[in-house]
Structures are given as C-alpha cells and as structure tokens.
C-alpha cells in the first residue's frame, strides 16, 4: 500500500490524497460501502463497479462463522469468492465480539465468544485475527481491538484501551501478505485524555495507517467532533486516517474539515432497504403518505439510472408491495449519490474552496423533498 497527500486545504485540516494497492487507485476523502458478508444487501459487485467505488469493506468474524474462511481460502480468496476486482479493507470483528454481551468472556490475549449464529464457542485473539483476515485476502486488515460500548466509566474504557494497545503490538507481530497493509485502531471512547494516550501508543508502534474506532455508537455528534478534534491532529500526516462506522454527509463533512481521509457505514444501505432515501434537499422517507403521487425522482439533481427512470410514488409502492426490486433501486440510488456528493467534496478542496461547499450543501441539505401532486396543484412546487 501506498498513501501520498496531494492537497492541503487552506483553510482546514481536509485534504485531498491518494491510496494505491495492488488492485485500485483511490482517490482520498473516500467513502466505502459496507459487504458485511461478502456482499453489499442487495447490489452485486457489478453495480458497484458501474457506480465508480474503489474500495469496499467486508467484516472478518462474520465471514470466519459463516462460510467459514476455509473455503473463503479454496475459493482463491475474498475477491474472487465475490467477483469483486478492486480493494477490500476487512475490520477484524472486535466490535461485533464485544457487542455479544453475555456470550463473551475477555482474557489477557483476546476473547472467548458464543456464536450469534448457532451457539457455538470460539476464541479470537490477535493471532486468530491475523490469520482469519490473512486467509480472507483483504488488502487493508484491521488489528484486534476491544471497543468499549457508550456510556462507559473511565476505568472501563482504560481497560478496553490497554488491551487494544497490547494486542495492536502482537498484530504485528503476526505475519501477513505481501500485498496487506495493517491498520491499528485508536480507542478511548469519549474522554479526551484517554483518546491522546491510545493515539500516541498506536502512533509509535508505526503502523502504516490508523482508524479512529469506538465513535458514533451513541453520543451525541458534538461529542463525537470534540473527539475527533482530540485525535486526528496526533496521527501521522502522511499516512491514512480512517473514520469507522461514519457515512451521514453531515458526518462525512465533519469528518473531512478535520482531516479524515476515509469513511465506512451500514447506514446508506440499511435506511435505502428501510425506504429512506438522500437527496441534496435532504431525506425522502417513502413511507410518508405525502409520496404516494410523487412522480418526481428521488432527487432531481442526481442523475443515476434509478433517478432517471424512476418516481418517488413507484418507489413507495415498490416498499409499499414489499418487492425485492425496489431495495435494489433504493440501495444503488443512496450508494450513487454518496459516490457522487465525495466527488463533488474532492473537486471544491481542488479548488480550496471547501468551506464554502460546505454552508451551501447544508443549506440545501436541510430543505424538506416534498414535491406531491397535489402540492403542485395547490401551486407550492418544488421546495
């Protein structure tokens, strides 16, 4: 893996980079969709293709329990498993395993867990972790780490640090491929003092880049910035800086102004198969009965094949009938306009204007979608 910064921003700490490994060239800020098992709900590696992403994300101890990484390993690995061409980043399942309360039981060199799947016992540690994502094939592998659940006591969340620290250094310890590239996970929770200290232990075991883990689990956003603002400025500038479970475009923006080069989130995919679509005036919630006769697309501005084709009110019907098809259209609709609103971020930081990009999106963002039929009657249009 290679990360080179291209642009700094003049007036925050964005900026514009370029992640390379030996499969796709990607451009940074980048949002990556979510393939918890080897699959993004829905979509086939096709139309991710078709939408332009680089990069996907998939999840080591959900493909560990099921179909196990053995025959991911006879498949020829991860990426031809899924017939997917480009990168693959894997999170080594720590917060899958520490969110298994009851079922798990945490000793000095990882954890003994239940199976959510069939009951069944199981142990992963840092060695465990390593050779599940090194038979996976993923190109960018997360270390082993305990992320504390939010509200969490100090003492707590210090446990949970230290052993993400202690088990970070026996991560790369582990041997992997010659094509991975080994990201440690900064921990901490919400207190400040904690968040400099996993930071600066992580920064000096010189990983070759570094996530931000156990955010947006709870808190309140401004709480969640006030972390980022903690942390970002102690990882290294010339290596990738990677936002976990992150994937709103307020978050996203916030996320980049204070220099995050990476972004990953179930939510896009897990609200389009709920009904919830984005749109640069905001969210359109099929459910609502006011689109019922909206025969605009989701988003006039979007020019993706579901917005060209295809009106709110089908839509709703679709979610309505509970039709397979429209989970597909919401799904590839909410991947392509993020896709396009991170192009659209890339090109104002070119022009150093990010700032700007920002006040403007958001007040447009905050605008209420609705334009019914019966709305146009009454002569209100588009809002």
Not at 16 to 27: H, V, Y
Not at 174 to 201: C, N, W
Not at 218 to 246: N, Q
């Amino acid at each position: 893996m290679d990360f080179k910064v291209n642009f700094e921003s003049s007036e925050c700490a964005a900026r514009l980079g370029t992640l390379t490994t030996g499969r796709s060239e990607i451009k940074t800020p980048v949002f990556m969709p979510v393939g918890t098992q080897a699959t993004v709900k829905t979509l086939v590696s096709d139309d991710l293709t078709e939408i332009g992403y680089p990069i996907i994300l998939s999840n080591s101890y959900h493909l560990y329990l099921r179909p196990g990484t053995g025959i991911i390993k006879r498949a020829g690995g991860l990426h031809k498993f899924m017939n997917w061409p480009a990168s693959i980043l894997t999170d080594s399942g720590g917060f899958q395993i520490f969110s298994l309360k009851g079922l798990n039981k945490i000793e000095k060199n990882g954890v003994r867990f239940q199976s959510h799947i069939d009951g069944s016992y199981h142990f992963i540690g840092p060695a465990e972790c390593m050779r599940i994502q090194r038979e996976i094939g993923a190109d960018i592998v997360m270390a082993f780490d305990e992320c504390a659940p939010y509200p969490s006591s100090f003492e707590y969340t210090l446990s949970a640090l230290e052993n993400t620290t202690r088990w970070a250094g026996m991560c790369l310890d582990e041997p992997l491929d010659v094509h991975q590239s080994l990201f440690a996970i900064v921990q901490g929770g919400v207190y400040p003092e904690l968040r400099r200290k996993s930071a600066r232990e992580l920064v000096a075991l010189n990983f070759p880049g570094y996530a931000i883990g156990g955010l947006s689990v709870g808190e309140a956003k401004p709480l969640m910035y006030e972390m980022l603002d903690v942390t970002v400025p102690l990882l290294p500038s010339d290596k990738p800086r990677y936002l976990m479970g992150v994937g709103t475009p307020e978050d996203l923006l916030e996320g980049i102004e204070r220099g995050v080069d990476m972004f990953d989130c179930v939510m896009p995919t897990r609200i389009a198969r709920n009904g919830t679509l984005y749109s640069n005036r905001g969210l359109v919630v099929l459910k609502q009965a006011c689109y019922i006769d909206d025969f605009y697309p989701p988003d006039p501005e979007c020019d993706c094949f579901v917005c060209r084709n295809y009106s709110r009110a089908y839509l709703r019907h679709l979610l309505k009938a509970n039709e397979i098809s429209g989970l597909r259209l919401n799904t590839y609709h909410n991947l392509y306009f993020l896709k396009k609103f991170i192009d659209r971020v890339r090109l104002a930081l070119a022009r150093d204007c990010y700032l700007d990009f920002k006040r403007e999106f958001l007040a447009g963002y905050r605008l209420a979608p609705r334009t019914s039929s019966r709305a146009k009657a009454r002569g209100q249009g588009e809002q």
